[in-house]
Nanobody, 120 residues
Framework: QVQLVESGGGLVQAGGSLKLSCAAS????????MGWYRQAPGKQRELVAI???????NYADSVKGRFTISRDNAKNTVHLQMNSLKPEDTAVYYC??????????????WGQGTQVTVSS
């Protein structure tokens, strides 16, 4: 079994910072892309940032210049440093990984989500 577990969410004032972390564990053969998505109440889940195994990154326009995604391939972890947070960043943040398990085909795995609330 493969699991993704997020940590680091919470309540912060506008202008503040939070760092989210996600650790992949289990019978993992390899991990390709990893990323963060978010879903605000009444809205569809949207991409926040992704990073390839080689370190290439891509960000949603709404977070460019404020959020930074990074990963540690040796530890199977991905992080999201969020600075200059805005109330509109409030959402449940989900970790995603394109993972090849030891047995089975590559597929997307998701974490359980962590709440980020930014107060004005």
């Amino acid at each position: 079994q493969v699991q993704l577990v997020e940590s680091g969410g919470g309540l912060v004032q506008a202008g503040g910072s939070l760092k989210l972390s996600c650790a992949a564990s289990g019978s993992i053969f390899s991990i390709n892309g990893m990323g963060w998505y978010r879903q605000a109440p009444g809205k569809q889940r949207e991409l926040v940032a992704i990073i390839t195994s080689g370190g290439s990154t891509n960000y949603a326009d709404s977070v460019k210049g404020r959020f930074t995604i990074s990963r540690d391939n040796a530890k199977n972890t991905v992080h999201l440093q969020m600075n200059s947070l805005k109330p509109e960043d409030t959402a449940v943040y989900y970790c995603n990984g394109d993972i090849k398990p030891v047995f089975g085909q590559p597929r997307d795995y998701w974490g359980q989500g962590t709440q980020v609330t930014v107060s004005s």
